[in-house]
């Protein structure tokens, strides 16, 4: 059946039913608003949405892929400010012929993204539109930290990394060249495997900047120099291929360090560390911060595709 | 210039350069995530979404108005809540051929919105996409009291209300008509009024419940019978039809009473309050609630059009 004919409340009713709750959800869906802890006094929180053909496309993607991509790219976000990620607030903006049960599995993706962080989608808003739309807001509690900007990298410090880079870059080339495998990589594209406790450990061991790798490592790094008044420099030895990803490389003919260097939607998290910090655990140093502006590879500008922007 | 020849980053420049921010506003735009006040240890937290062609014509409002009406939707669900607003957050999908400046001028609005009631545009998300669609997150802060649920409403409780119903209806059908006046019912539509402070004002006096008057009055206080397990009857003489409205109604075949009744989006505040309250200021009592389900109007069910179903 259609959203259509289950009508607003009729899916709001069969979604809710769905969801599970936290002990961080103090009131979830049906009043005017949901209630969230928030014992730190401060609240993070960040918006993302997701809209269709542009960021997913359902025939590449299930529903609750796509949930659980939208619940990964706005709870990365709160994780790159050293918080913990405590709910999602969901709008749903539906083709009236899309099936009820599309509805239904996004509403399970984005439960179970944020449960695996121990979050819960507390509220949302739905309507009819042409075009299918999901804006997802995360909230997240500090814990009493201080949040780490993007702006505090200093001269001196070691550009580290959590998480992976390039595969989901990899899965979408994968699947937009009209194949489905290698499974790995097109997984990868579908549920972005983001490394969320390391955004508050990076902060308790005293992470100097932070940013969700969502554009692009180097993209997403020269906001971190712009905003910080700094040079970044990545190694490129810091990065192996997989093999997986190396042997689709070479089927597909791309250079796969563009996909690493450049491929955005794995939300890893790079950080920087004062010099002399004992990394916390899944973080890696791959380069280095320094007087200058700008973010170079191995000492130089990178020639190959830059980030992504949305309406480019 | 259009959002795509301005490009993702130069709009949400061009756009936060605009905004400002209020105390309850600890970090803004340009990070991974904002920062919020949450002094209560609690956020209220609500979703609304505002799709063209369905919740708005570009012909019938201008980018400013969309804005007020977009924050109002929301800062009025918190307000229901007995909460204070604190932040927004918003999700802009603009067609690429978007003038930047219909973008900056939502902004304008949103922000003046805010601002109206203590509260700041705190951050968002940009994303093209064929059909132009705001969707925003407001927060709120409780202050130390419990929020007011749809589901507190006993019976021998004072039905009450805040603020007004039925001019945004009345601008809206004089707008479906094809006409521009009477001014004050168009201004109606286009900018809600809303009785924000009589939110938490309502909840320091002992409201037993409280909902926003978005979908209209009877359908709004159907789901407050429904979750306090009461009937609502409301007393139609308790409304005064405006000269405004009562002429526009006239002119244009209208029973005024379906306004005032099943009308929706002036964000009017509707609660139940313990009888032999001293209602506070702003809030008249309209109804009465009893045991028994459902609502009525002087006794009797009502036989207009009924509220609004945004998939139907």
């Given at each position: 059946m259609?959203?259509?004919?289950?009508?607003?409340?009729?899916?709001?009713g069969?979604?809710?039913?769905?969801?599970?709750?936290?002990?961080?959800?103090?009131?979830?869906?049906?009043?005017?608003?949901?209630?969230?802890?928030?014992?730190?006094?401060?609240v993070?929180?960040?918006?993302?949405?997701?809209?269709?053909?542009?960021?997913f496309?359902r025939?590449?993607?299930?529903?609750?892929?796509?949930?659980?991509?939208?619940?990964?790219?706005?709870?990365?976000?709160?994780?790159?400010?050293?918080?913990?990620?405590?709910?999602?607030?969901?709008?749903?903006?539906?083709?009236?012929d899309?099936?009820?049960?599309?509805?239904?599995?996004?509403?399970?993706?984005?439960?179970?993204?944020?449960?695996?962080?121990?979050?819960?989608?507390?509220?949302?808003?739905?309507?009819?539109?042409?075009t299918?739309?999901?804006?997802?807001?995360?909230?997240?509690?500090?814990?009493?930290?201080?949040?780490?900007?993007?702006?505090?990298?200093?001269?001196?410090?070691?550009?580290?990394?959590?998480?992976?880079?390039?595969?989901?870059?990899?899965?979408?080339?994968?699947?937009?060249?009209g194949?489905?495998?290698?499974?790995?990589?097109?997984?990868?594209y579908?549920?972005?495997?983001?490394?969320?406790?390391?955004?508050?450990?990076?902060?308790?061991?005293?992470?100097?900047?932070?940013?969700?790798?969502?554009?692009?490592?180097?993209?997403?790094?020269?906001?971190?120099?712009?905003?910080?008044?700094?040079?970044?420099?990545?190694?490129?030895?810091?990065?192996?291929?997989?093999?997986q990803?190396?042997?689709?490389?070479?089927?597909?003919?791309?250079?796969?360090?563009?996909?690493?260097?450049?491929?955005?939607?794995?939300?890893?998290?790079?950080?920087?560390?004062?010099?002399?910090?004992?990394?916390?655990?899944?973080?890696?140093?791959?380069?280095?911060?320094?007087?200058?502006?700008?973010?170079?590879?191995?000492?130089?500008?990178?020639?190959?595709?830059?980030?992504?922007?949305?309406?480019?």
């Amino acid at each position: 059946m259609s959203v259509t004919g289950v009508g607003e409340f009729g899916l709001i009713g069969r979604v809710t039913a769905r969801l599970s709750y936290g002990p961080t959800c103090l009131l979830g869906p049906g009043d005017d608003a949901a209630l969230v802890t928030a014992p730190d006094g401060r609240v993070a929180a960040s918006t993302d949405v997701l809209v269709e053909g542009r960021h997913f496309r359902r025939d590449w993607s299930g529903a609750r892929d796509v949930g659980h991509r939208a619940a990964a790219a706005n709870l990365a976000d709160i994780a790159a400010m050293g918080a913990a990620p405590t709910a999602l607030l969901v709008a749903l903006c539906a083709p009236p012929d899309l099936p009820a049960s599309w509805a239904e599995e996004l509403a399970d993706g984005l439960g179970a993204e944020a449960a695996s962080v121990g979050a819960s989608v507390v509220g949302g808003d739905m309507s009819a539109s042409p075009t299918l739309t999901v804006a997802v807001t995360a909230l997240g509690d500090l814990a009493g930290r201080a949040p780490v900007l993007r702006s505090g990298a200093r001269p001196g410090d070691v550009l580290a990394l959590s998480g992976r880079t390039g595969w989901a870059a990899a899965g979408y080339t994968v699947l937009s060249r009209g194949f489905r495998t290698p499974k790995l990589l097109v997984e990868a594209y579908r549920r972005p495997q983001v490394p969320y406790r390391a955004g508050p450990e990076a902060a308790a061991a005293g992470a100097t900047s932070m940013i969700d790798v969502s554009d692009g490592l180097l993209a997403d790094l020269g906001h971190v120099a712009r905003a910080s008044g700094v040079a970044l420099d990545v190694r490129r030895d810091a990065f192996e291929v997989p093999r997986q990803m190396g042997d689709a490389a070479q089927a597909l003919g791309v250079d796969p360090y563009t996909w690493i260097l450049t491929g955005g939607d794995d939300h890893a998290l790079a950080a920087t560390f004062p010099a002399g910090t004992e990394l916390p655990p899944g973080w890696r140093p791959v380069g280095a911060v320094t007087d200058g502006e700008g973010v170079t590879v191995d000492g130089r500008a990178w020639e190959g595709p830059a980030g992504w922007d949305h309406f480019r």
